[in-house]
């Protein structure tokens, strides 16, 4: 399993680097909305000089930055994924797709895209489904979102198309459990499209991060708050203020 900081805000981000434990980052419009006002290919080329700054040389190369449109205009979604590779010069940028917009697919720009050498990491994908027909047209990570999967499956602004969905078979209770999507999903490409990975995004708790990597999740994006909830325990800090007093208490 490999972490990805998922997050847009630079100081978080340089922090993240600096750990070591991230093997890649992932952003989205909304992560970005929540930074100062400003253009968006500024912010992003910040981001990029972080790599460079704080990632070695070796690991340079492989280190993953996902960057994701912000149209639903086939031209457009085209336009942006080609300015981003081309004015972000990053070996391993991933441009986030999503996989359908109300009726709308983008299979064929996925596709296309992949065709002509961009990496394309399919987002929004909330079933095997999604994350199998993007993996087909060719997309190298398909994004399973853990927490809004799972969301579906009990918010009652959605009972009614949930309760339509399972009643005429398109989908199972069970669909809306992130653990079986992703495990379904990992098995299907493992036989059928190895070169695609699974990002679980949307993850929330510690429990989350685990479970999704037990499940088959090759990647897990974490945002910074979650990060700093894996490495905290009430009884770790009483073991260390008892190293700390037990030592002053014989050195005085
Ligand atoms: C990851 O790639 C997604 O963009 C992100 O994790 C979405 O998470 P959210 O459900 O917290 O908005």
Partial sequence: M?????????EDIEWGLKTGAMRGITTNPSLLAKEPKGNYLVHLGKIVELIKQHVPLEN???FSLSVEVFSDEPDEILAQA????EKLQWPALAVKVHIDHRGRDNLVLINQ???S???VNCTACMTVYQAMTAAAAGARYVSLLWGRIRDGGIEEKFAKEREELIASGKLRKEDFDPAVAVKETRILLERFYPKSKIIAG???TPSDVKDASLAGAH?????PKVLREMFGHFKTDEIVDQFFSDFKAWSN
Avoid: C, H, P
């Fill in 113 to 115: 895209l992949s065709r």
């Fill in 60 to 62: 340079r190369k492989g």
């Fill in 117 to 119: 050498g961009i990496s």
């Fill in 2 to 10: 490999r972490l990805f900081i998922d997050t847009a805000k630079l």
């Fill in 219 to 223: 990647i897990v994006t974490v945002q």
């Fill in 202 to 204: 949307s993850v929330r």
């Fill in 82 to 85: 080609r300015e981003f590779v």
